[in-house]
């Protein structure tokens, strides 16, 4: 069993920046592909950012591309989500969860561990 823990969500004015981690427990995530989805309220759990097992592939979400960066530092068992030039439409809840196969899934079924989440707001 994988546990993933985010954290550094929070209230950021529009053009901000955050970083979100997720931190992993229980096994190592080394081997696994990891992704970032959110939630905004009324709305389905979309796609964010992916990132395979080393690091050396990431794939974004046409929303985020440009602003966001995933990446991951294997060694600490985290994944983390740099978010820049923020916006009110970037409002929702973040998730990040782990996948066990391929790296570059997109769906969320496609995913075997999920964190509870973190909430990011942004004003405008």
């Known amino acids: 069993q994988v546990q993933l823990v985010e954290s550094g969500g929070g209230l950021v004015q529009a053009g901000g920046s955050l970083r979100l981690s997720c931190a992993a427990s229980g096994r190592t995530i080394s081997n696994y592909a990891m992704g970032w989805f959110r939630q905004a309220p009324g709305k389905e759990r979309e796609f964010v950012a992916t990132i395979n097992w080393s690091g050396s592939s990431t794939n974004y979400a046409d929303s985020v591309k440009g602003r966001f960066t995933i990446y991951r530092d294997n060694a600490k068992n985290t994944v983390y989500l740099q978010m820049n030039s923020l916006q009110p439409e970037d409002t929702a809840d973040y998730y990040c969860?782990?996948?066990?196969?391929?790296?570059?899934?997109?769906?969320?079924?496609?995913?075997?561990?999920w964190g509870q989440g973190t909430q990011v707001t942004v004003s405008s």
């Open positions: 969860a782990a996948r066990s196969r391929a790296w570059g899934a997109t769906n969320t079924r496609e995913y075997d561990y």
